[in-house]
């Protein structure tokens, strides 16, 4: 299976500012990266799919970025909304695999 | 509106059979897969295995003596049977669509199974 690692697991930070979070492949996904947000109370929503196409709905203060095996979630402009889990998802493969989750926490 | 819902029958005895229920509504089983993903308390979220829309079934290779998806086109309903279950199986169970590759567009709210004696 793909082993997919994000980085950091917990990430502090405050409205307005910008963070990014890592997600490395164990091996080539092409672009085949989805990126989703869990939120306490509500079903985990799909923000990017194949690497950097925004999700309809999805805030263009989110953006993703990579292929091959590094990829790279970056929110800009933090909003007070934004503070949830991220996971990244590999689906070049059978089976899909999910890195670990990276918690967004304000400071 | 798409929606996904989970049903199960909550607490579940080891060595038992989990049956859960995802019933979906505004979309076609027939046009769209459904694939179960699930999430020990505290850990990652593991892909278990998904029904595509023309019928055909997919499974985690670690899970696949186990488990077994099936639907109901007429109900808008996909079924998830795993047997044997050990309480390492216990988790918050979700359905997901996904509509040709498999990411998922939406999700469910989950149902948590506990297996315990």
């Known amino acids: 299976d793909v082993q997919m690692t994000q980085s950091p697991s917990y990430l502090a930070a405050s409205p307005g500012e910008s963070v990014s979070i890592s997600c490395k492949a164990s091996?080539?996904?092409?672009?085949?990266l989805a990126w989703y947000q869990e939120k306490p109370g509500k079903a985990n929503k799909l923000l990017i799919h194949s690497g950097s196409t925004l999700q309809s709905g999805t805030p263009s203060r989110f953006s993703g970025s990579g292929s091959g095996t590094d990829f790279t979630l970056t929110i800009r402009s933090l909003e007070s909304e934004d503070f949830a889990v991220y996971y990244c998802?590999?689906?070049?493969?059978?089976?899909?695999?999910f890195g670990a989750g990276t918690k967004l926490e304000l400071k | 509106q798409v929606q996904l819902k989970e049903s199960g029958p909550g607490p579940v005895q080891p060595s038992e059979t989990l049956s859960l229920t995802c019933t979906v509504s505004g979309f076609s089983l027939t046009s769209y897969g459904v694939n179960w993903v699930r999430q020990p308390p505290g850990k990652g979220l593991e892909w278990m295995g998904r029904?595509?829309?023309?019928?055909?079934?997919s499974y985690n290779s670690a899970l696949k003596s186990r488990l077994s998806i099936s639907r109901d086109t007429s109900k808008n309903q996909v079924f998830l049977k795993m047997n044997s279950l050990q309480t390492d199986d216990t988790g918050t169970y979700y359905c997901?669509?996904?509509?040709?590759?498999?990411?998922?567009?939406?999700w469910g709210q989950g149902v948590m199974v506990t297996v315990s004696s």
């Open positions: 029904m595509r829309y023309n019928g055909d079934t």
């Open positions: 997901t669509r996904e509509k040709i590759r498999p990411y998922f567009d939406y």
């Open positions: 091996k080539s996904i092409s672009n085949n």
């Open positions: 998802q590999q689906y070049n493969e059978y089976p899909p695999t």
